[in-house]
């Protein structure tokens, strides 16, 4: 079993930048590649971006890439979302989330097997 505790959420300005955790603890954390998921008022969760489990490769959304950055820290079984230049349309609860699976779709939620609680995040302009 794996256990994700997020923390880092809050509220900033437009054109603001947040970094959030997730804390992971259970199985070997190197073993996973993990994810950032979200989901705003009335829509369905989306990808954010994922990072696997040497940190090499990275993946974002478009509608993050060039903003957002992943990274993971294996030794603290911790991997972060450094969001920058913040909009509105950020605002959401951020989910961690983690797969041990060899095959999986990078943004597909269903192929990730184990979430944290979330995390809101709320940008005004």
């Known amino acids: 079993q794996v256990q994700l505790v997020e923390s880092g959420g809050g509220s900033a300005q437009a054109g603001g930048s947040l970094r959030l955790s997730c804390a992971a603890s259970?199985?070997?954390?190197?073993?996973?590649?993990m994810a950032w998921f979200r989901q705003a008022p009335g829509k369905e969760r989306e990808f954010v971006a994922a990072?696997?489990?040497?940190?090499?490769?990275?993946y974002y959304a478009d509608s993050v890439t060039g903003r957002f950055t992943i990274s993971r820290d294996n030794a603290k079984n911790t991997v972060y979302l450094q969001m920058n230049n913040l909009k509105p349309e950020d605002t959401a609860i951020y989910y961690c989330?983690?797969?041990?699976?060899?095959?999986?779709?990078?943004?597909?939620?269903?192929?990730?097997?184990?979430w944290g609680q979330g995390t809101q995040v709320t940008v005004s302009s």
């Open positions: 259970g199985r070997p954390f190197s073993n996973y590649a």
């Open positions: 989330a983690a797969t041990m699976r060899i095959r999986f779709t990078v943004g597909g939620a269903d192929d990730y097997d184990y």
């Open positions: 990072i696997f489990w040497s940190g090499g490769s990275t």
